[in-house]
């Protein structure tokens, strides 16, 4: 497939933040703010069953308003990258192509967020490739092991009048986009990877693990959520009131916050670990 790169089109706030769109690294994919290796973080956000990254539009600004480098892929197979795979990848597939997507345009290791079963891939990236992620945090995580793809599905109905109606206009255009033989094709990846391999991809993270769940989510329930976060050894959970299965979404500001405070944990333990280092050397000196 030839690579053809949008050019980047100001912020209309005129703050020379920018945003840009078109085939890069064989995905087609959405930039927002400064360009990797610009020295902020680098934030990269994986979509759900079936969709694009459009629907992160909302918390990719919000992110990106505040210094960070926000990179938005269509995964091989959806949407916009329906070309970019003849047949739908299985999660780990998915993820592989993932992470050799990261390496072409961010070699360095980036906060990787992901909603619903976005969150497979996700922790299949962050276990088979765990230097591309720093931090890792999971929106919604889906899908729940145990439950059949029928439940699932009357999940996701229950979830649909809980979203804002922007929401169900980008999902529908996507769905169409990606078709309905490959959104199946990619259910039954999911549910065999949550029937398998998800739970033990979560217990082996190695990145510190933030868990986002709108309180009002029919999607991925509470009681999951918890259990996910536990499973991951650095893991934590945390609700957005008033939100649905896409947090991200509706409650960008909420989640971006919650994000930009995770991030900033980092920070402070590289500082704490400094100041303590020099402690160490100079206590040694005196000896």
């Not at 994919?29 to 956000?45: D, K, M, N």
Request: net charge positive; hydrophobic share 45%.
């Amino acid at each position: 497939m030839t690579e053809q790169t949008a050019p980047d089109t100001a912020r209309p706030d005129g703050a020379g933040r920018r945003e840009g769109a078109g085939v890069r690294a064989g995905l087609f994919t959405r930039s927002f703010g400064p360009p990797p290796g610009a020295g902020g973080t680098t934030v990269v956000l994986v979509h759900g069953l079936g969709l694009s990254g459009r629907y992160f539009t909302p918390l990719a600004r919000r992110l990106a308003a505040n210094g960070a480098t926000v990179l938005v892929p269509d995964l091989p197979g959806n949407a916009r990258s329906r070309a970019a795979a003849r047949r739908m990848p299985d999660v780990e597939r998915a993820a592989d192509a993932l992470a050799r997507w990261h390496r072409r345009l961010s070699p360095g290791p980036s906060l990787l967020a992901a909603n619903s079963v976005g969150c497979q891939v996700a922790a299949a990236l962050a276990v088979r490739h765990p230097r591309l992620v720093r931090r890792l945090v999971l929106l919604g995580p889906a899908l729940e092991p145990g439950v059949s793809g029928l439940r699932h599905c009357g999940r996701l109905l229950a979830d649909a009048p809980r979203e804002p109606l922007s929401l169900l206009g980008v999902a529908a255009t996507d769905y169409l986009l990606t078709g309905p033989l490959r959104f199946a094709a990619s259910l039954r990846h999911a549910l065999r990877d949550a029937a398998g391999a998800f739970e033990g991809h979560l217990a082996r993270v190695a990145a510190p693990t933030l868990v986002i769940r709108g309180a009002g989510d029919t999607i991925a329930s509470r009681t999951w959520i918890r259990h996910a976060a536990r499973l991951v050894p650095d893991g934590r959970a945390v609700d957005v009131p008033g939100a649905a299965h896409a947090a991200h979404h509706s409650a960008p500001e909420a989640v971006a916050r919650l994000i930009e405070e995770f991030t900033a944990e980092e920070t402070e333990e590289t500082e704490t670990e400094a100041a303590e280092a020099e402690e160490t050397g100079k206590t040694g000196e005196k000896a």
